[in-house]
Nanobody
Framework: QVQLVESGGGLVQAGGSLRLSCTAS????????MAWYRQAPGRERNLITT???????GIIGSVKGRFTISRDSDKNTLYLQMDSLKPEDTAVYYC?????????WGQGTQVTVSS
């Protein structure tokens, strides 16, 4: 059973930065892909950025140039560096890992950006 534990959320002013972490119970390089999603109040959960097993990165346009996904395989940890944060980035952020046909989720971490 894969466990994902997120940390790093919090309250930040617009223009500020946060770094989210997602530590996995297993070797992150075993996952076909890992990703960050977010869910704003009253809205559906949406994909933000992905990194595949071989390191290919995908990212949505609204955060491109501001958010960066990375990983440290020695620490089995996925990161999301978020810069130039905007109030519309306020959401619960979730880590996701795909292993064969199974999807695993972290518990979510709240990010609140004040104007």
């Amino acid at each position: 059973q894969v466990q994902l534990v997120e940390s790093g959320g919090g309250l930040v002013q617009a223009g500020g930065s946060l770094r989210l972490s997602c530590t996995a119970s297993g070797n992150i390089l075993d996952f076909a892909a890992m990703a960050w999603y977010r869910q704003a109040p009253g809205r559906e959960r949406n994909l933000i950025t992905t990194i595949t097993q071989d390191g290919k990165i995908g990212i949505i346009g609204s955060v491109k140039g501001r958010f960066t996904i990375s990983r440290d395989s020695d620490k089995n940890t996925l990161y999301l560096q978020m810069d130039s944060l905007k109030p519309e980035d306020t959401a619960v952020y979730y880590c996701n890992a795909r292993l064969r046909t199974d999807n695993y989720w972290g518990q979510g971490t709240q990010v609140t950006v004040s104007s």
